[in-house]
């Protein structure tokens, strides 16, 4: 496999010899490895992009082009190092922003960023004030992108395309797991009204259309060693939706006690001081330009996005494990439970996290 993935790097625009190409991370979707290269030379992050999720990826990788000229171009506006606080494709050979192997198989680089630091959790309510404060600065400074973006994600947190996924699913239940899971199956259900009431507030523009990255995992930011946000980095997902996709996402992530697949469902819950600094930091930058109506569903979209990964994980176990990498046949099960005990910790501390967004918004 190394000599592949050394065969592959060689594709691109890279400085200095590579010396090796490495697994890096555990994300569920694309594969990604570290390309090294000799000392003086930039190291670099190689990904395989899945195919079969984001489609066309060309069109993908235009996306993230465009978002990350923007900011580059913002960072040097305002006197920062474009170089470390947005991220930088470097091309291909033949000046494309990816690679297509002999399998049909798209792969892109971008620079590795020195010096940084990515964490696996919220280990403190600093980190999330700074991780909130990260992707406020993010969403306003794409705010004023006026290049369209292509939506190669069609559904993509939308609620009710995945309640047409979910529906074709059940009725298919192509591997026979459906009568198992007849309890979670009635999480789902006894929610489906109260989330199509909200979505319907995005559909008729009430709540508006904006850039946003859609996934806000506490690693998908680079801290410097003085653990400010330095650059938001996995820009696959940007895409013109809503801001509190991003909010929601990333209290999914940041609040949990314990971890997205914890069989100890003891350990999960929603912790309320992160919750609370993680909305400070995210509303220091975003409550000049957000909306009445999107600062009042601001708790919300946090139930929302947990909801929804709730059903996409369900989802996928009844179908039989398509969508995402599983490390188990009850993975997806398991990772169900414990974000549907995420959930119902938020659903009984909802009023107190509406009274902190109302209360950093005075
Ligand atoms: C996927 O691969 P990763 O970890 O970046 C998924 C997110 C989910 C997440 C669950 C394109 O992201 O939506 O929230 O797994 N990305 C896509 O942890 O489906
Ligand atoms: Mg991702």
Known sequence: MNNKLISIAQNFQLEGEITAVENLGEGFINDTFIIKTVDGAPNYILQRKNKRIFSPIPAMMDNIQKVCTHIKMKVEKAGGDPMREAMTIIPATDGKLYFVDEDEEYWAVCLFIDDTIAYNAAETPELATAGGKGIGKFQSLVA?????????????????????????????????RKAEVSEEIGWIESRRDEMLDFYLLLENGTIPTRISHNDTKINNILFDKKGEVLCVIDLDTVLSSTVLNDFGDAMRFYTNTGLEDDTNLNNVSMNIEIFKAFAKGYLEEAKTFLTKKEIEYLAFSAKYITYEQVLRFLMDYIDGDNYYKTKSPEHNL????????????????????????REYCQ
């Open 334 to 357: 398991v990772r169900t439970r414990a974000q549907y005990k995420l959930l119902t910790s938020m659903e009984e501390q909802f009023d107190a996290m509406n009274r902190i967004v």
């Open 144 to 176: 004023d992108l006026k290049e369209p973006l292509t939506n190669i994600l069609p559904g993509f947190h939308d609620i009710r395309y995945r309640f047409n996924q979910w529906d074709a699913v059940l009725s298919k239940d192509p591997v026979g």
